[in-house]
């Protein structure tokens, strides 16, 4: 068969690295998580090089002495991936083909992902955690059963309750009430 800039269909698997039953050439089942093997620890490694810098910019081949696991190209490949979604800095690639990464911080996103920002749920099940806690000192059976149902409510539908309380804000906020 053949593609339209007349390269036959199995030479074009073939360079591209697959074979002609659409497998990958080193087997259909190999691994390609690199999050867990590349990417998840070189965002850990700079979220620990901003910290104990407080936040001073730094360039990849920094980065890479902390991973010794890791090539270096591959930790600078890995902040390529990175930046943007997760990381805040700048890629500048040379002629001879080489890439250093500056870094300057951790977006939202980063800093969820390296478990530096609080899930959404952490806050309702501290708030749960804290209606619980005041349930416990309270004399009345009748107002501690009320307050343990409020948390069981809360906890049961903390999705809604948050969409409804940052629409209340930005309702607030929009209409001029706040």
């Known amino acids: 068969m053949v593609c ?19 497998g990958h ?5 190999v691994s390609r998580d690199t999050w867990t093997t590349r990417d998840y620890p070189v965002l850990v490694a700079v979220a620990d090089q901003l910290e ?21 190209r591959d930790v600078a490949h890995s902040l390529t991936t990175l930046v943007g979604p997760y990381l805040q800095g700048e890629v500048h690639r040379s002629l001879a083909g080489d890439t250093d990464v500056i870094i300057t911080g951790l977006t939202e996103r980063g800093r969820r992902a390296a478990h530096l920002w609080p899930a959404e749920e952490t806050h309702t099940e501290a708030l749960v955690a804290a209606i619980l806690a005041a349930a416990e000192q309270v004399e009345s059976e009748d107002e501690r ?34």
């Open 4 to 22: 339209g800039r007349g390269m036959v269909l199995t030479e074009l698997a073939v360079f591209g690295g697959f074979d002609s039953e659409g």
């Open 145 to 178: 059963s009320r307050l343990r149902k409020a948390a069981d409510a809360l906890r049961a539908s903390s999705g809604r309750i948050l969409e409804g309380a940052v629409s209340a804000v930005i309702a607030g906020v929009v209409g001029g009430s706040m």
């Open 52 to 72: 104990e810098t407080r936040g001073q910019p730094f360039v990849s081949h920094q980065l890479a002495k902390r991973l010794p696991d890791l090539e270096p």
């Open 25 to 29: 050439r080193y087997g259909r089942h």
